[in-house]
């Protein structure tokens, strides 16, 4: 793969979108140093430090490797040109350069994750609106 083509932080936002997770809502997973302004400074870093990385990691669910390792244009390349099964995650480009591709996760398998885990939080974030909204009416009835 071209290191010149791989920027972390892009690849951050790419990871990011396709689990439908919003700038602001990574920044609270993140931890309260976090804002949506800070993620997005981070998506705009083409080297993120590693712990950094792997915190982002977690939080996402991928592996750190594939933030680090996945190169967008190598992946346009590989869906656009011929898709040899035989050729075990392997490939060469136009110009013969050789592609591989090493991901030990299943990114559909992690996309039905985190939409089980928005279905879960959004469960409580209801149940914590009906709660408020019981509390309210209490505080009403005792005026």
């Known amino acids: 793969m071209n290191s010149q083509t791989i920027h972390h932080g ?21 931890g309260e ?4 302004k800070k993620v997005s400074l981070l998506e705009s870093k083409e080297v993120i430090e590693p712990g950094t990385l792997d ?4 939080v996402l669910k991928v592996p750190a490797k594939a933030i680090e390792n996945f190169d ?8 656009n040109t ?5 050729s075990n995650g392997t490939f060469h480009n136009n110009n013969g350069t050789l592609h591989a591709f090493n991901y030990q996760f299943n990114l559909v398998e992690k996309w039905l994750e985190a939409l089980d885990e928005n279905k879960r939080l ?4 209801l149940k914590s ?10 505080m009403l009835e005792g005026k």
């Open 10 to 30: 892009r690849n951050v936002k790419r990871f990011r979108e396709m689990l439908g997770i919003k700038q602001d809502a990574l920044a609270d997973a993140l």
């Open 33 to 36: 140093d976090w804002t949506q």
């Open 55 to 58: 915190l982002v990691a977690n």
């Open 72 to 79: 967008e244009e190598a992946a346009i390349m590989y869906i």
């Open 82 to 86: 011929f898709h040899d099964n035989s």
């Open 122 to 125: 959004f469960e409580e974030l």
């Open 129 to 138: 609106e009906r709660d408020k909204v019981a509390m309210l009416g209490k």
